[in-house]
């Protein structure tokens, strides 16, 4: 399907985006969610990317674009939280709002810095199902001159929308991985919040 695919390319979407393991699950069932609503989730959202990739805008643009993708289709506060880690027991209101849409802003303009490296290939959504407390929606990677790889989208209502939480990238997870680096930014700053706060808008 057309609103399914994706240009992409492995090297910058496999590695640079995602470093992680370890799958992570959601602690709720997703109610109302179902496969079909789950999937319809994800290709709107593969829609919406390549329609930005091909737009001919200049990458500050294109960065707007993906923050507003992210934040529409993705649950930017869980991501947020998930990758805050323990830390995020202990901020306050107002620094996990403050995390969370400097991490939205961090997280956009990472991913949005590789996507011009993804000309050569397309995403195909291949399938979906119930896992656990959550939707997982199952696309292959297909690369010019490269063998097809694995990438899954986990999709939730927990929220109150259905939104990814999480996507995994031949096993890769992207949740630890955030959380991983985050968590090493968090160490270089001796555990202050609002120390990394900063940093992140600077990034």
Known sequence: MAND???ITR????IGLVGGAAALAMPMPAAALTVDQAR???GK????VNTTINSGKSAGAMYGDFERIFSRYADVPTIARSALGPAARSASRAQLAAFTTAYQRYIARKYGARFREFIGGQIEVTGARAVKSYFEVISVAKLRGQSPFDLRWHVSDRSGKDLFFNIIIEGVNMLAS???EI??????RRGDIDGLIADMKNA
Not at 11 to 14: P, Q
Not at 183 to 188: E, H, K, N
Request: proline share 0%.
């Open 178 to 180: 955030e959380r991983t």
């Open 40 to 42: 319809t989730l994800v």
């Open 5 to 7: 695919r994706l240009i």
């Open 11 to 14: 090297r910058g979407f496999g």
């Open 183 to 188: 968590g090493a930014m968090l160490d270089r």
């Open 45 to 48: 959202a593969v829609a919406d």
